[in-house]
């Protein structure tokens, strides 16, 4: 069976990245039952652990990082998964400039929570066609949802979109900044997986 996968990207994969990837994966398990696999990656090295204080925030509310090692984003991985979500305008601009057919399933997380919760339940009145033609129809209805928040979308408006829209880094503040950071990605996440799992009127 097919999965539908997701890769959430940061600046080194280290802290909001794979706090996002722990947050949406609980999330998806809680919300819908079909098959969705979530991963993460960064533009650092592959290898390193997770930030101490990220790994300490994340035990806090039952979800452990301690074995978290980051990837350096690649091309492949953006061929491959077929939603991406980054959290500053920068990151979507460098992933599609490595990988420039992934615009379309790329978003900030909060941009895609932000055009989730206005989008209207039912279904457009003009079909849109499945990305990729896939055999699995779970997989096609959710790339059916991620195709529909890209309509109209142009990359020029990544400039317009209000400073409040990014996920800031927290690395090198106070713990405090770091729960912070995790509240809303949680909030974003959860946001995400109900916008995925909503029933849309055939």
């Known amino acids: 069976m097919t999965a539908f996968s997701v890769l959430t990207v940061c600046s080194a994969n280290r802290c909001r990245s794979p706090m996002a990837e722990a947050l949406l994966a609980r999330a998806v398990e809680r919300s819908f039952d079909e098959d969705c696999t979530v ?23 039952g979800l452990d990082l301690s074995h978290h090692r980051s990837r350096t984003v690649e091309s492949s991985m953006l061929a491959e998964a077929d939603l991406v979500l980054a959290m500053t305008r920068q990151h979507v601009m ?32 003009s079909p849109i066609a499945d990305p990729v033609e896939i055999p699995d129809a779970s997989v096609a209805g959710f790339r059916r949802k991620v195709a529909r928040l890209h309509l109209g979308r142009r990359r020029s408006d990544l400039l317009a979109l209000p400073s409040n829209v ?37």
């Open 39 to 61: 991963g993460s990656a960064g533009f650092g090295p592959s290898g390193a652990p997770a930030e101490r204080e990220v790994i300490e925030v994340m035990a806090e509310i």
């Open 94 to 125: 460098e992933l599609v400039l490595l990988e420039e057919s992934c615009w379309p399933k790329t978003f900030l997380l909060a941009e895609f929570v932000s055009l989730a919760e206005s989008s209207s339940p039912e279904a457009p009145s």
């Open 166 to 202: 990014e996920v800031g880094d927290p690395v090198g503040g106070p713990l405090r900044g770091y729960r912070s950071t995790r509240d809303r990605i949680a909030t974003l996440c959860d946001a995400t997986a109900a916008y995925l799992a909503r029933h849309d009127s055939p």
